[in-house]
């Protein structure tokens, strides 16, 4: 079996971050992402088979993923492409899937940068086509440029959703209506930023803003979609007004026509590798949840396994880089490298930036707490589990039902978990209700245990490995 | 090409795609191009419904990053896909579910 220095999973800013930092102390690296690009849901580069006429066109996002990748292109980093670490053995061995095969690795570190996933937010209809996430609807425009829908609603909570409904119109699309859940618009966020000096995201922030007023599009704060209405996809949204805990205002309720839905509710790590190897999870509200702990250096409660970025607490992309930057040091530092004083100034200065990135972290988290009145939308029949189909009045029912307060209790009774997501869209739904329903604090509801193969593989993968 | 035709769903202002290849779906041929996702091409030409879920209505591209699994579509020779996240290749004959 291959036995590499370091290696690093997931080609986001962090994995990127980690990646340059190590191969430049001369460390041996293996970059893994099961996308055939590197970049990740951040910097969402375009397919290798198309080419951008005019890079000075794109996003300041889009350029900065660009001359990062190719600064990892160019290094001794080596990228294994649409390569999925489907399972992390007790041993420590990676179980990869790559082109129908599976094939196994070894590091003697290991950096774990596997990301966020948006937070699914339920109401009846949700499940119907056009309904998406808005990091789907960005995937569509940026990376596969090609429109998600025509008459485009957006909804969620924080700035997010300025730069969805942006890249919508400078692409083409209508704006129908965009509601934000918070009483106050992003927009409140200006002078905080301005007291701390963040300009470049300040004017990010007004740029969009700008746009979307000359657009004339309508932006309504403190409201939220309510139902998603349609029979064999999305045809219109019904939206109301919430009060300041997001209670829905009894008859504020209005229809819009529209074929798209896009949901920016904010973000949850993706732990589910780090669960795997039983690293040590903390509960933070602000950073998403159940986040990975590490200490300064990124280390995990786990020998030899580093994280960074988003799967340690949701702190957006510049903490991602930076985090992956003294990562992939420190990783490279524990095997005998990374001691010169080029190294040590290379991490100081990431250090730096890091406290900088993490202000405005704290100030955008801080405008994208959930409030638990979200949660009155769901109705008996509305579908909590996609995967299983699993109504909300069955799980209702199951909470608390023979003790069960847990994930996997209402998973073993109603099914709900038991599909191959795996519970990544209905996990943080259900944890919150049974929160809800016993009063017990969401701190005391644990992620459900995560099993291998974490994202679905093609069965010969499994045989494969069997027989290995 | 389908580049003149104004309803197109597909952003050609800043951006050249891969060369055209073919594929179908449900026995349909659709345009698609080297490089894009099984779900962007089959969205484009106006699919969105890719699957009907066991005891419930119609499912489709939700988190677009290959974690919920509802745009999952059957691909001959290669069985079940994200469709979200599988590239394209000529000669592909996807089913929705």
Redesign the interface.
């Given at each position: 079996m291959r036995e590499v220095e370091i290696a690093i999973v997931g080609g986001g800013p962090a994995g990127l971050g980690a990646a340059l930092e190590a191969a430049q102390t001369g460390a041996q690296v293996v970059l893994l992402d099961e996308y055939p690009t590197l970049g990740g849901q951040f910097y969402k580069q375009v397919p290798e088979a198309f080419a951008v006429r005019n890079l000075k066109a794109e996003s300041d996002q889009f350029v900065e993923g660009v001359e990062l990748v190719e600064r990892v292109k160019n290094s001794s980093v080596e990228f294994l492409p649409n390569t999925l670490v489907w399972s992390i053995f007790p041993d420590g061995t990676l179980g990869l899937s790559r082109e129908e095969r599976t094939e196994e690795l070894r590091a003697k570190k290991l950096i774990l940068a596997p990301g966020a996933q948006e937070v699914p937010v339920a109401f009846p209809g949700w499940t119907l086509p056009g309904v998406m996430m808005g990091g789907a609807a960005q995937s569509l425009l940026v990376t596969q440029r090609v429109l998600p829908g025509r008459r485009v609603v957006l909804a969620g909570v924080g700035p997010l959703q300025l730069k969805v409904a942006s890249q919508l119109l400078d692409a083409g699309a209508a704006v129908v209506d965009m509601l934000e859940a918070s009483s106050k618009p992003p927009v409140s966020m200006e002078n905080a930023l301005r007291s701390l000096g963040h300009w470049g995201k300040m004017r990010e922030g007004m740029t969009y803003w700008m746009k979307l007023k000359k657009a004339r599009v309508s932006y309504h704060h403190s409201h939220v979609p309510v139902r998603a209405l349609g029979t064999e996809q999305l045809e219109a949204v019904v939206v109301a007004q919430v009060d300041e805990e997001w209670r829905v205002i009894p008859g504020s309720e209005r229809t819009l026509e529209a074929d798209t839905l896009c949901l920016s509710y904010g973000f949850l790590p993706a732990t589910q590798l780090t669960r795997l190897v039983d690293c040590r999870l903390d509960f933070n509200e602000r950073a998403g949840g159940w986040v990975t702990w590490h200490d300064a250096d990124q280390r995990t409660s786990v020998e030899g396994v580093y994280v960074a970025g988003e799967v340690g607490g949701i702190g957006g992309s510049e903490v991602a880089l930076e985090e992956g930057r003294i990562a992939g040091l420190a990783a490279a530092r524990a095997l005998g490298k990374a001691e010169t004083s080029a190294s040590r100034k290379q991490e100081a200065e990431a250090r730096k930036r890091l406290t900088r990135a993490r202000e405005f972290a704290e100030l955008a988290s801080g405008m994208m707490q959930l409030k638990p009145a979200l949660l009155d939308l769901i109705t008996d029949d509305t579908i909590l589990c996609r995967c299983e189909s699993v109504p909300a009045t069955q799980i209702m029912q199951a909470i608390g039902a023979e003790g069960d307060c847990t994930l996997r209790g209402i998973k073993v009774q109603t099914r709900a978990g038991m599909g191959s997501c795996q519970g990544r869209m209905c996990g943080h739904l259900i944890s919150r209700l049974i929160a809800k329903k016993t009063g017990m604090p969401l701190e005391s509801i644990r992620p459900d245990t995560a099993r291998p193969p974490i994202k679905p593989v093609p069965l010969r993968v499994l045989v494969d490995h069997l027989e290995t | 090409m389908e580049s003149g035709n104004e309803r197109s769903?597909?952003?050609?202002?800043?951006?050249?795609?891969?060369?055209a290849v073919r594929i179908t779906v449900d026995g349909e041929a659709i345009p698609a191009?080297?490089?894009?996702?099984v779900?962007?091409a089959m969205?484009?030409s106006g699919r969105?419904?890719?699957r009907h879920?066991?005891?419930?209505?119609?499912?489709?591209?939700?988190?677009?990053?290959?974690?919920?699994?509802?745009c999952?579509v059957t691909v001959a020779d290669?069985?079940?896909v994200?469709a979200?996240?599988a590239?394209v290749r000529d000669g592909m004959r996807v089913s929705t579910q």
């Open positions: - | 769903l597909r952003i050609d202002s800043n951006v050249e795609r891969g060369r191009y080297e490089g894009e996702s779900a962007a969205l484009a969105r419904v890719f879920a066991e005891h419930d209505g119609p499912r489709g591209v939700f988190c677009g990053m290959g974690i919920c699994n509802e999952m290669l069985g079940h994200r979200c996240i590239t």
